[in-house]
């Protein structure tokens, strides 16, 4: 049997971005307590267990989309002084939007291939900023400060 690998920190930042939207309307949408079922048709005592459980899972998303939130008003601040917002504004269109590549392209006026360039140096800088040092263990984050072009 084959071991599973550990996701790297890139793996589960794209993962977070690309699941934005859903755990959004998780946090929201969650039933977590019994006052919450309209039709009482089930044996709510039995399955209280089971409430603790998904407002467990509610709590953690909720801590992990604010940190992911923070996180990307930090990357944000950080690109604008760096006189790079224009990587970062790909990045909000694709993963936050849900523009396609193309899409950004022509709303950018820019080369094809520049909005995935710039999503991939936003995301090694947002994986630093959600998971620090374990970030940097990650041998395909080349990352100089703010000096990167690309």
């Known amino acids: 049997m084959k071991e599973e690998k550990e996701q790297t920190a890139i793996e589960k930042t794209l993962a977070y971005l690309n699941n934005y939207h859903e755990m959004k309307r998780y946090i929201n949408e969650a039933v977590y307590e019994a006052s919450q079922i309209t039709d009482i048709q089930y044996n709510i005592s ?3 267990a089971y409430f603790r459980t998904i407002q467990e899972c509610r709590v953690e998303t909720i801590i992990l989309f604010e940190h992911l939130n923070r996180s990307l008003r930090s990357l944000r601040e ?23 590549y193309a899409d950004v392209a022509i709303k950018m006026n820019c080369g094809r291939n520049s909005p995935k360039r710039w999503c991939r140096n936003m995301v090694q800088r947002l994986s630093v900023k959600l998971f620090g040092v374990k970030a940097l263990e990650d041998e395909r984050i080349k990352i100089d400060l703010w000096s990167n072009s690309g």
């Open 46 to 48: 039995a399955e209280h």
């Open 78 to 100: 950080d690109a604008e002084a760096a006189g790079e917002g224009y990587k970062y504004e790909a990045l909000e269109s694709i993963y936050i939007q849900g523009m396609s």
